[in-house]
């Protein structure tokens, strides 16, 4: 019969606890009730406190078009990443796995990118992506139109999506190749001798055995690109061209730091936050059902 552990006296317990309940309220409680409260308030013209205004400030945020733009330009980020990111890690893990030439050095090379900061590669990558002296100079030089990230902001949207993936695909390759060599290595021999190409045992026996990554994966890429992207954005194109790339989390600070609109911004803040619940529940209630843990 298993043994738990017990403390003899209640305050080593709570010792131990207490640290973390610290950072939780911290870093979640207090920050989420005071978003809450803001939502919900409005703050006078003059100072003296807040005021309560109800949905107001929900009303006034669902009544403005740039907002739902945002969040149409969040969506697009969302799925153009999430697919970019897992469909490199995954074809770069099922290369290292395979053990070709080289792997080895390649598999420390693939990890580097996510220790790289998001501001020092979104400012890498706006260099390499500048018409006037990345690696687009030559084409813009015999023609002007073809790449101008500062004036077009379907150009200036690929940029970002472009740096955002490069980072998070290292993120998923090391996750993926985890999963494939979790694989028992008598499953791919045996497959192999009964005549299983290449392609035949990834798609038919490496990639439904990785599953349950392929889902954590895909939920918390969806999650990140929804609030890891501020930095990437705020240094790459400072939300333009004409508000291109300003996603939702980019407005919520736009709004409530520079146009000093702490209510709006709240309000916003809350509707990012049930939109994320809302694709986490549509992930776990629909795709998880075809995900099979054994």
């Known amino acids: ?31 989420t009730g005071a978003a809450l409260f803001w939502a919900f308030t409005l ?8 005021e309560w205004v109800g949905l107001d400030n929900f009303r006034q945020v669902f009544a403005d078009r740039a907002y739902w733009a ?27 796995d395979r053990g070709l030439k080289f792997y080895q050095g390649f598999r420390t090379v693939f990890v580097w990118p996510y220790a790289v900061v998001a501001p020092a590669a979104a400012l890498a990558f706006r260099f390499i992506f500048a018409p006037d002296a990345g690696i687009f100079s030559a084409l813009v030089k015999s023609n002007p139109e073809f790449w101008n990230p500062a004036q077009n902001g379907y150009h200036a949207m690929v940029m970002v999506i472009v740096c955002y993936s ?12 985890a999963a494939l060599q979790a694989i028992p290595r008598s499953v791919i021999e045996a497959s192999a001798m009964d ?30 690109s929804f609030q890891d992207s501020f930095s990437i954005v705020d240094v ?16 919520i600070y736009f709004d409530g730091f520079r146009g000093l609109d702490y209510s709006g911004a709240a309000a916003q803040s809350i509707v990012l936050m049930f939109l994320m619940i809302v694709l986490t529940f549509f992930q776990f209630r629909f795709i998880e059902r075809r995900i099979h843990y054994s």
């Open 1 to 31: 019969m298993e043994k738990r552990a017990t403390f003899s006296n209640a305050s080593i317990g709570v010792l131990f606890v207490a640290p973390q309940i610290l950072l939780v309220f911290t870093f979640f409680y207090w920050p």
């Open 43 to 50: 703050e006078r013209p003059w100072g003296g406190g807040n």
């Open 70 to 96: 945002s969040i149409t330009r969040s969506l697009v980020f969302a799925g153009a990443t999430t697919f970019l990111a897992m469909g490199f890690g995954l074809l770069l893990a099922v290369a290292c």
């Open 166 to 177: 490069w980072k998070y695909a290292a993120y998923c390759f090391i996750f993926f190749l």
């Open 195 to 224: 005549g299983a190409g290449v392609l035949r045992r990834v798609r038919d026996i490496q990639l439904p055995l990785i599953t349950p990554t392929f889902f954590f994966l895909l939920v918390i890429s969806i999650t990140d």
């Open 236 to 251: 790459m194109t400072d939300g333009g061209p004409a508000k291109a790339t300003e996603f939702m989390v980019y407005k």
